[in-house]
T-cell receptor, first 113, second 113 residues
Framework: GAVVSQHPSRVICKSGTSVKIECRSL??????MFWYRQFPKQSLMLMAT?????????EQGVEKDKFLINHASLTLSTLTVTSAHPEDSSFYIC?????????FGPGTRLTVL | GENVEQHPSTLSVQEGDSAVIKCTYS??????FPWYKQELGKRPQLIID?????GEKKDQRIAVTLNKTAKHFSLHITETQPEDSAVYFC????????????FGAGTRLAVHP
């Protein structure tokens, strides 16, 4: 199956700064990737669908100006949390759809102080 | 949009007993029905999935049953072991798994020796 990596695995930042999270599909070309957010003891909530070469599709209630998604190549999608606040602290996970299943990255734990 | 409900939210069983988790969905276009296992701080791991042309699928101690008319599918774990303790999520989707997945709220399974 596809190997998906995320970088960084953990990041701590100050309130008001921006943080970029990378999702890479290491052995599989991905025209689509998905971004999820998971708060402690909660489920994965789909944030947006990242589309290679075009704008991302955001789920209802997700601020597109705050969570910037760029899918510039078939192997890389980035999520930038702009002007991060403590309530943005969460586990961010990407996934890459394959032929028969979706492949998840290992996740990025963001802590905003 | 898809509305997914998962029950129970917690489940405690003795080692060797069986466990059943049920997932109800609303979107009749859903045709892909996976179950994921997630351990603390890790990515979701696909444990079994079923597609809408099949009513039941089994893989050793794990099985999934689908009732498309009633729009629900269930995870069955037999002969539970302590290492089965984790959070389990259903995540129905369309496009055979290529499209976005909507996760249920999760079931925390505890298997006691």
């Amino acid at each position: 199956g596809a190997v998906v990596s995320q970088h960084p695995s953990r990041v701590i930042c100050k309130s008001g700064t921006s943080v970029k999270i990378e999702c890479r599909s290491l052995d599989f070309q991905a025209t689509t990737m998905f971004w999820y957010r998971q708060f402690p003891k909660q489920s994965l909530m789909l944030m947006a669908t990242s589309n290679e070469g075009s704008k991302a599709t955001y789920e209802q209630g997700v601020e597109k100006d705050k969570f910037l998604i760029n899918h510039a190549s078939l192997t890389l999608s980035t999520l930038t949390v702009t002007s991060a606040h403590p309530e943005d602290s969460s586990f961010y996970i990407c996934s890459v759809p394959g032929v028969n299943e979706q492949f998840f990255g290992p996740g990025t734990r963001l802590t905003v102080l | 949009g898809e509305n997914v409900e998962q029950h129970p939210s917690t489940l405690s069983v003795q080692e060797g007993d069986s466990a059943v988790i049920k997932c109800t969905y609303s979107d009749s276009a859903s045709n892909y029905f996976p179950w994921y296992k997630q351990e603390l701080g890790k990515r979701p791991q696909l444990i079994i999935d079923i597609r809408s042309n099949v009513g039941e699928k089994k893989d050793q101690r794990i099985a999934v049953t689908l009732n498309k008319t009633a729009k629900h599918f269930s995870l069955h774990i037999t002969e539970t072991q302590p290492e089965d303790s984790a959070v389990y999520f259903c995540a129905p989707g369309s496009g055979g798994g290529y499209n976005k997945l909507i996760f249920g709220a999760g079931t925390r399974l505890a298997v006691h020796p």
